[in-house]
């Protein structure tokens, strides 16, 4: 049995780190664990260690986004600004965020003040890229195309305890609920000043 849609998996945590390198603000963690099995999806899913070798030997176009929107990309594997690898127990990602840029120094102050510490990842299924059992209750990912890696505020999966640290030990004023509205403020000008440049598009 196979799948032909984008789907997505939240995962509690993955070791999820806010440093400062250099000036730079990095996020690192793990974005899926290897053989950890997911709440009750209706089904059981473990993600098998060759799920991600061929997307990434393949240079897939892979973005760290915050809650999977595509106007709030906080880096990308094409420019260089995330990088993705695996070990023996999971996805890991690096990623190097623009302090310039306002939304992703508000994400990075909340996850280094562990506000957010949770991983998701959309895919979709390759063909036969998946194994299910005899019931249907127990699936494998077994070969995904990667469509990206995201900051959320909920997990799906049991086994990624997630932590955040500043290199500098500095901590952080804000509270949640201003840092969400901020970034939530963000994506919206963003998805206002997109469609504002279509409109002009379509008047010549």
Request: aromatic share 8%; glycine share 6%; charged share 25%.
């Amino acid at each position: 049995m196979s799948a032909s849609k984008q789907e997505k998996r939240f995962l509690s945590g993955g070791e999820l780190r806010a440093e400062s390198e250099d000036g730079q603000f990095i996020l690192s963690g793990y974005a899926a664990l290897f053989s950890s099995p997911s709440k009750d999806l209706g089904f059981f899913e473990t993600i098998s260690p060759t799920a991600f070798d061929r997307a990434l030997r393949e240079k897939q176009l892979v973005r760290l986004t915050f809650q999977h929107s595509l106007d709030a990309v906080l880096a990308r594997t094409d420019n260089g600004t995330l990088t993705l690898s695996t070990d023996a127990r999971g996805l890991k990602f690096r990623a190097q965020l623009n302090r310039k840029i306002q939304l992703h120094s508000d994400l990075w102050e909340a996850t280094k003040a562990g506000l957010y510490n949770e991983m998701s990842f959309a895919f979709e299924v390759a063909e036969n890229g998946d194994t299910w059992s005899a019931d249907g209750r127990q699936r494998t990912l077994r070969d995904v195309d990667l469509f990206d890696v995201s900051l959320v505020a909920t997990g799906a999966y049991s086994n990624t305890l997630a932590t955040a640290r500043s290199a500098n030990g500095a901590t952080l004023d804000e509270t949640f609920q201003r840092l969400t509205a901020r970034a939530i403020n963000s994506i919206e000008q963003a998805d206002q000043e997109r469609r504002r440049a279509a409109g002009t598009c379509q008047r010549f």
